[in-house]
T-cell receptor, first 110, second 115 residues
Framework: DAKTTQPNSMESNEEEPVHLPCNHSTISGTDYIHWYRQLPSQGPEYVIHGLTSNVNNRMASLAIAEDRKSSTLILHRATLRDAAVYYCTPSSGSARQLTFGSGTQLTVLP | EAGVAQSPRYKIIEKRQSVAFWCNPISGHATLYWYQQILGQGPKLLIQFQNNGVVDDSQLPKDRFSAERLKGVDSTLKIQPAKLEDSAVYLC?????????????FGPGTRLTVL
C-alpha cells in the first residue's frame, strides 16, 4: 500500500488561504488521492479527490504534482469551522480501500 | 438524504465482556466499511462488505471480532471477549461501490471504553 506523510499540525489565520501538503512517493499510477477531514467527535468527511489534474470543488482545491509524488489541499479562505484533522489517503488495492495516516491537525486562529 | 446511522454512540464495558455495534448505511449504498480509530490515530479498516459478501477482512482480529451484513443492508460488528486495547471509536462508512472515486460517507461512530 502507498504510504503518505503529512505534517502533524498547522496553523492558519481566519480568512487566509491554507495549503496542506502531503507526500505520497510510493503511490501507483492508477491510485487516486483522496482528502478527508474529521471534525471533533465526528466521523471523517470527504473533501476532494483527484488522479493527475488539479481539481476544484465548493470546499477546496487539490493540486497534484506532475510526478504524482505529492499533493496539496488548498482551502481558499479558512474559517473557524475548518479546524479539523485533514487526512490525505490514496485509494489502493483491488477493492480501492483508503489507508488513513495520522493526518494534519489544522488550527484556525480568529 | 439521511446519513449513516450508528448505535449506540457510547458504550462502557469491562474486559472479557461482549459488545455489539449496529450500522445502517445510506440507502442504496452497496459497500459498507467498519473502521477502528484509536485516540490520536487515523481510522483503520477492519472489514469491507460488498452487498452481503465480505471483500476484505484481513485486518479483523477474527479470534474476537466478527461482523455480518445480512440482506446486504444493516451491519453488526461484535467483540467477544473485549480487551483493554479495544478501547476506540468504531466507525461505519458506506459508499455506492468500491470504485476509484466513490466517496465514503461516515457515521458518527461508537466510542467504546473497556475497563
Amino acid at each position: 500500500d502507498a504510504k503518505t506523510t503529512q505534517p502533524n499540525s498547522m496553523e492558519s489565520n481566519e480568512e487566509e488561504p491554507v495549503h496542506l501538503p502531503c507526500n505520497h512517493s510510493t503511490i501507483s499510477g492508477t491510485d487516486y488521492i483522496h482528502w478527508y477531514r474529521q471534525l471533533p467527535s465526528q466521523g471523517p468527511e470527504y473533501v476532494i479527490h483527484g488522479l493527475t489534474s488539479n481539481v476544484n470543488n465548493r470546499m477546496a482545491s487539490l493540486a497534484i504534482a506532475e510526478d504524482r509524488k505529492s499533493s496539496t489541499l488548498i482551502l481558499h479562505r479558512a474559517t473557524l469551522r475548518d479546524a479539523a484533522v485533514y487526512y490525505c489517503t490514496p485509494s489502493s488495492g483491488s477493492a480501492r480501500q483508503l489507508t488513513f495516516g495520522s493526518g494534519t491537525q489544522l488550527t484556525v486562529l480568529p | 438524504e439521511a446519513g449513516v446511522a450508528q448505535s449506540p454512540r457510547y458504550k462502557i464495558i469491562e474486559k472479557r465482556q461482549s459488545v455489539a455495534f449496529w450500522c445502517n448505511p445510506i440507502s442504496g449504498h452497496a459497500t459498507l466499511y467498519w473502521y477502528q480509530q484509536i485516540l490520536g490515530q487515523g481510522p483503520k479498516l477492519l472489514i469491507q462488505f460488498q452487498n452481503n459478501g465480505v471483500v476484505d477482512d484481513s485486518q479483523l482480529p477474527k479470534d474476537r471480532f466478527s461482523a455480518e451484513r445480512l440482506k446486504g443492508v444493516d451491519s453488526t460488528l461484535k467483540i467477544q471477549p473485549a480487551k483493554l486495547e479495544d478501547s476506540a471509536v468504531y466507525l461505519c462508512a458506506s459508499s455506492l461501490g468500491p470504485g476509484q472515486g466513490n466517496e465514503q460517507f461516515f457515521g458518527p461512530g461508537t466510542r467504546l471504553t473497556v475497563l
